[in-house]
């Protein structure tokens, strides 16, 4: 018998697959052909305070092994997330769920956190400030140590969820970030959002995304995530939610003996709407034939002395 | 939305750089002006193509060699199989057509013109068509409509086929409602040339093609829209330009 439990800050997920932010929406489109209780949780489409459009399209440009989106947090904002998507995603998802927030200031991220804290439904918080597609927000809270530290503090001080920073690749020492994070109250961090790239139309002889940078992920991204995931986990002890480019059950277990305690799947929905389910019915028998009982047993598990 | 292995029938030249390609599978969800999103070996994305014809078992494509994905779709042979998403998007609203519509169809565009006016005839509704293309030699399709029994018009930008100039120098007709799908440019000159309400078919770049991701929304005047669920297509009382 396998176990596939695994538990976040006193939240226990039945299994570790978390489809990620931006690529699941509020759920009902993935609840139209399968019953999403099957995930460990799922993380909400990134809620600001105000709604939001987002960039201007083209915001898809395809990649070796992945894509770059810029989308920029298009949102309803969080008043119709409350009013609105909850609502209607308890009627699919009976499980918590994990609650995206972002922002465009420290009294933003505390605001939206501090509603969100109210909604039974929520999980956790995973608090971004790592988006690599918008101005003056987003990613800018979380290239620092102290800005990192920051937001964590204002957010933790409005809410009694478990809060995990969602970190950014895109910064010279991510592991700093994490223990900036940890030192400032943080009950988790999720990493690692997007890499900051680009591509250029030969005909137009101009960027094909209209930001003109975006945000890479896809099995392109794996291995730079594992070896994130790997850095964190020796800088600090509180629980990571690992994520980037996951496409398979074999994907899970290598980034959670990298230091995850939970996986997040993205840009694999966006091709296969039925991956995480997949990997969610997967994951047993790749345990049973590595011969893992309790999954819980294997994080950190590459980490030798 | 369903998704669907498909085999290969055929998949042959009928135009400079266009391919049809026929395919046998399941295609119940399936309704004109929707499109279909193709997993390609060795691309990452999906590709969008729009669905020209279907039968319960039979699916009809027209595509375009773009890029290196529709390249390799032109390389495929019969007996293999194509891996698809169906259903997906909203699809073109036959009930306000009124009993003469225009469909008008630019190069690409062409194809989900076709089923619609399969549909449209069968609904006994009088339809006229004009396909629009830049020279003789990218022109399709002309035999089928006129097979359909629809009265079809042929425009050429350089001349060299049917009426010289683009839809827009065929549209001087009587109709009672419109259909369009083509370039961006030639949408908005239909916008500007039409004289009744109508349909209109867009393109966006696509994530994931089913409402997920958020990749392809664009601005209407009745809120923002997700080309690929929402749309692709928009009313003519709805579009910001």
């Not at chain 1, 918080?125 to 503090?153: D, K, L, Q, W, Y």
Request: glycine content about 10%; proline content about 5%.
């Amino acid at each position: 018998m396998t176990n596939t439990q695994v538990t976040l800050s006193g939240l226990t997920l039945s299994n570790p697959v978390i489809p990620a932010s931006g690529t699941f929406g509020y759920g009902y489109e993935f609840a139209e052909i399968y019953d999403i209780n099957c995930l460990g949780s799922f993380s909400f489409k990134g809620t600001t305070r105000e709604p939001r459009f987002g960039n201007e399209p083209p915001r898809i440009a395809e990649t070796a092994s992945g894509m770059l989106n810029a989308v920029g947090l298009q949102n309803p904002g969080i008043d119709k997330v409350i009013s609105e998507e909850l609502p209607k995603l308890r009627k699919v998802f009976r499980k918590p769920v994990v609650a995206n927030i972002s922002g465009f200031s420290i009294d933003e991220y505390a605001e939206c956190c501090e509603r969100i804290d109210k909604e039974e439904g929520v999980g956790l918080i995973e608090v971004n400030i790592s988006c690599p597609n918008v101005h003056c927000g987003g990613m800018s809270f979380g290239t620092s140590p102290e800005s990192a530290a920051e937001v964590t503090r204002a957010v933790k001080a409005v809410t009694s969820k478990p809060v995990y920073m969602k970190l950014s690749p895109n910064v010279t020492d991510i592991a700093a970030i994490a223990k900036a994070c940890e030192d400032a109250g943080a009950d988790g961090v999720s990493l690692i959002n997007t890499l900051m790239g680009m591509r250029i139309d030969l005909r137009h002889r101009a960027p094909v995304l209209r930001n003109v940078t975006g945000g890479l992920s896809g099995p392109a991204v794996f291995p730079v995530a594992l070896r994130m995931v790997w850095q964190v986990y020796e800088a600090v002890r509180i629980p990571i939610i690992g994520m980037g480019g996951v496409a398979c059950a074999e994907d899970v277990i290598e980034m959670m003996l990298a230091g995850a305690t939970a996986v997040e799947v993205g840009a694999a929905n966006l091709v296969d709407p039925f991956a995480s389910k997949k990997i969610v019915e997967e994951l047993p028998r790749v345990m049973e034939r590595l011969h893992i009982e309790n999954l819980t047993d294997i994080i950190g598990g590459a980490h030798h002395g | 939305m369903y998704n669907v292995d498909f085999k290969i029938i055929s998949n042959r030249k009928i135009a400079k750089n266009t391919f049809e390609m026929t395919l046998s599978g399941d295609t119940r969800g399936i309704a004109p002006g929707q499109f279909v999103n193709l997993k390609l070996d060795g691309f990452y994305l999906r590709r969008p193509i729009s669905v020209c014809d279907y039968t319960p078992d039979t699916l009809t494509l027209i595509y375009k060699v773009v890029g290196h994905g529709t390249e390799a779709m032109s390389k495929m042979a019969p007996g293999e199989t194509l891996d698809a998403l169906t259903g997906l998007g909203n699809g073109y609203d036959t009930s306000r057509s009124g009993d003469r519509p225009l469909l008008i169809g630019g190069g690409a565009g062409v194809p989900p013109m076709y089923v619609l006016a399969k549909k449209l005839l069968a609904e006994g509704k009088k339809s006229t068509a004009i396909l629009g293309f830049n020279s003789a030699d990218e022109a399709f399709y002309e035999a089928e409509f006129k097979a359909l029994g629809c009265e079809t018009y042929v425009t050429t930008a350089d001349g060299s086929y049917g009426i010289r100039g683009f839809v827009t120098d065929a549209m001087d007709l009587d109709y009672t409602y419109f259909y369009t799908c083509g370039p961006e440019p030639m949408l908005r000159a239909v916008y500007n040339k039409s004289v009744t309400s109508g349909q209109f078919s867009f393109e966006e770049r696509m994530g994931c093609g089913f409402g997920a991701c958020m990749g392809c929304t664009c601005k209407t005047k009745y809120g923002h829209k997700r080309i690929c669920k929402d749309g692709p297509v928009l009313t003519r009382e709805e579009i910001v330009w």
